[in-house]
């Protein structure tokens, strides 16, 4: 499976808008806060791989 890094852009709820920083890009994805590390904040730095998100 490929891997991913994202930033997390904002928080709105149970939803947080990430964006992606290995690769040109302006568009945000819209993920639920449960599939998430509980301890993110807005410009924490995510890994996406397994489908599975880790704080870095």
Known sequence: METKYYVVV???GDYANLKR???ESD???L???ALLPAEI???SQLKYEMME???I
Do not use: C, F, Q
């Open 21 to 23: 920083t290995d690769v």
């Open 27 to 29: 568009d945000l994805k």
């Open 41 to 43: 904040n807005e410009g």
């Open 31 to 33: 993920v639920a806060r």
């Open 10 to 12: 904002s928080i709105e």
């Open 53 to 55: 998100y880790e704080l």
